[in-house]
């Protein structure tokens, strides 16, 4: 989407809405920042608090997001930056940006068919959807979604198998195995709500409506997913499948050594945005000896508390191939539906391009380690 095109439906979208007073209707949020705000304001408190909300005392989640000021940028200078080449090629896809959309749980809090109003997004953004669910429809329209299935795992090789199958069949471009969930996290805002898991698939109560509790937050409940995942899985999904295996939720340089050697065709450094360990490092610090483990073996990833351009240069500065956004999407989705969507990616990347040329980037193919420095 070009500037003018994603301004003009962004506006019309802001001049129908009451949350903007008429001198604003033009303008709206100008930054992740501000639709998150917008997004709080007319999210369900539950809604909210699951899709912002980290684990316990949410250490990390705060440490994702303040990491990036620890980087400072050391910008060149006398650089034709006429033209800034912001396109990035990943397993066979071009993209015109390295900002692609995280897997999230919860969408269908936000509004019943999130996942595939967020597919839309990524299709009309022209970026790579990785999500477990949503774009089936499209594909099987016809449509060129670009999508990378995502998954938990599954405990024994005939249903790993069968996933893998599948995804090949659905029309998925990679295998996306998330490996930092072995059981449910504990998340002190959903117990303190008597969150509702069950809402993750029926969605918020509306206004006086009573729902029997399916699966209610617990503190410190012990709920497995997938405890007895091991390497052994990049085995089995490779014995049904040539699709790219891409593993999320590596932090450790060990753990992304063994990943390459195990045949990962991708890493994409991981704490699931906060969610799951509390404690455990911010992406961006575990990023370069994370990159330093692989040299160059298999492309780099990473999510974790981008909210602007910059971030995302700083993390690419640091050796990531490209990045995964999952909160910002949900907060264009909740604030304006898939318009906004593609207006917070549409921002995210012209902050990009914009960072680059400032800093005396004309392609990614320019910016290395040298143009990050770390402060005390």
């Known amino acids: ?25 033009l303008l709206g949020p100008v930054n992740v920042h501000e639709f998150e705000d917008v997004a709080k304001r007319k999210l369900h408190k539950l809604a909210y608090d699951f899709i912002a909300g980290g684990v316990e005392d949410e250490r990390t989640l705060r440490a994702n997001v303040e990491a990036y000021g620890h980087w400072d940028l050391v910008p060149r200078v006398m650089v034709d930056v006429t033209n800034v080449d912001t396109s990035v090629e990943l397993f066979g896809l071009k993209l015109e940006q390295p900002i692609l959309i995280a897997p999230t749980g919860g969408k269908d809090l936000v509004m019943p068919g999130a996942e595939e109003v967020v597919a839309k997004a990524a299709l009309k953004s022209k970026t790579l959807l990785c999500s477990a669910t949503g774009a089936r429809k499209l594909l099987e329209s016809g449509e060129p979604l670009m999508w990378w299935v995502n998954g938990i795992g599954q405990a024994t090789k005939e249903q790993a198998v069968h ?54 937050a617990r503190a410190a409940m012990w709920g497995p997913h997938t405890p007895s995942l091991t390497w052994n899985y990049i085995d089995w999904v490779r014995s049904a499948s040539k699709l790219p295996i891409i593993l999320k939720g590596i932090l450790a340089p060990e753990d992304a050594e ?72 949900l907060w264009g989705l909740a604030a304006f539906g898939q318009p906004g969507v593609e207006r917070v990616l549409w921002m995210l990347g012209a902050e990009l391009k914009l960072a680059m040329a400032l800093a005396g980037q004309p392609s990614l193919s320019t910016i290395t380690r040298r143009l990050v420095r770390k402060h005390a």
């Open 1 to 25: 989407m070009n500037r003018r095109s994603a301004l003009t439906l962004f506006a019309s979208y802001v001049a129908s809405s009451p949350l903007f007073a008429a001198e604003d209707e």
């Open 163 to 216: 996933f893998a199958r599948r995804t090949e069949d659905v029309g998925g471009k990679a295998i996306v195995l998330t490996v930092d969930n072995a059981y449910q996290s504990n998340r002190d805002r959903n117990n303190r709500n008597r969150f509702d898991y069950g809402m993750m698939r029926l969605g918020v109560p509306k206004p006086g409506e009573e729902v029997k509790p399916v699966n209610p």
């Open 258 to 329: 063994l990943a390459v050697q195990r045949g990962a065709s991708g890493i994409v450094v991981s704490n699931h945005g906060g969610r799951q360990l509390d404690g455990a490092i911010a992406t961006l610090d575990a990023l370069p000896d994370v990159v330093q483990a692989v040299a160059g073996r298999v492309p780099v990833l990473m999510d974790g508390g981008l909210r602007r351009g910059n971030d995302i240069l700083k993390a690419l500065s640091l050796g990531a191939k490209a990045v995964l956004v999952g909160r910002p999407p």
